[in-house]
């Protein structure tokens, strides 16, 4: 079977008896073109099937409206809905994002063969070196989840430390005195901030952690380590985890164990992902507000491109504490 050959703006022209420019004309919003031609322009497109090259005509104006999304490694759901709604966002203004998941590493350099207007890096849940590299790139770049005033790029993050100091203090005034904690990757800047805000408030309240273990921030991770962690520490009378897929994962190993929520045991998460509000589920949390997060990524991504020599700007967002049935 021949190729099919792709419809240029010149055969267009041809069968509409018009110039080329007439035909870029009629596809350009507030150009002049008398209404006539106009409307033969695009019906004739429409009938051979043409459609304008978007990238080659950003190009020609200096912007391709690209923005590389380097995702990193996503394992819970509310990683999946914020990468979702930012990349609704970005549509809806104009800018066509390429995902990059995975290992930025292994993903970055073929996305940077693009002419990209700027680059957002998910940074709270990858190490530090993957966000310093990235920074190096020389494209514009906006970092949410973990503050980067000293590459001078912009960012957006969550107080992780007092949202998670706020949420251990809700567990301190109903009476609770033993702690665990459950934490995510070492590495991951969310985690470590999280797990601060904890001792702070038991430090506060004269308390210790009493028991602490680590995951993967996925559900089945949580449900392991937690199980783990309270088979060998039963006298724990809370456990506060550092997100909620993990903390939804530490629900199903304490009613595994017979551990019964909360009335011996609270459970609390932090992020407040969709299924924290399952019925099944009621999880009291800490929220960490997706679509503040998203209005102030596209705020920062729209300043930069317009302003390219601004000073960086670090925008943090407030948490909230959401009161369900696992304290």
Known sequence: MAKRKRITAQMVADRAGVSRSAVSRAFTKGSYLEESKRRRILGIAAEIGYQPNALAAGLQGGRSRLVAVIEGDIRNAHDTTLISRLCSALNANGFWPILVSGTPINGYTEALAFPLD????????????????????????????????????????????AGMQLATELLVSKGRQKFGFLGGPDQFYSSMKRRKGVLNALENAGLDLQAEAASDFSVDGGFTAA?????????????????????????????????????????????DADMADWQITKLTTVRNPL?????????????????????????????????????
């Open 118 to 161: 700027a680059l957002i890096v998910r940074g709270g849940s990858m190490s530090k070196d993957l966000v310093h590299r990235c920074a190096k790139l020389g494209i514009p770049m906006i970092c949410y989840g973990r503050p980067t005033e000293e590459l001078n790029i912009d960012s957006v993050h969550c107080k992780n430390q």
């Open 227 to 271: 199980k783990t962690l309270l088979t060998g520490n039963g006298h724990i009378d809370a456990l506060v985890c550092a997100n909620d897929a993990m903390a939804i994962g530490a629900l199903g190993a304490a009613r595994a164990l017979g551990i019964a929520i909360p009335d011996a045991l609270s459970v609390v998460g932090f992020d």
């Open 291 to 327: 679509e503040t997060t998203v209005q102030e990524v596209l705020n920062l991504l729209v300043d930069r491109i317009n302003n390219p020599d601004r000073e960086c700007r670090t925008i943090r967002v407030e948490p909230q504490l959401v009161i369900r049935g696992t304290h």
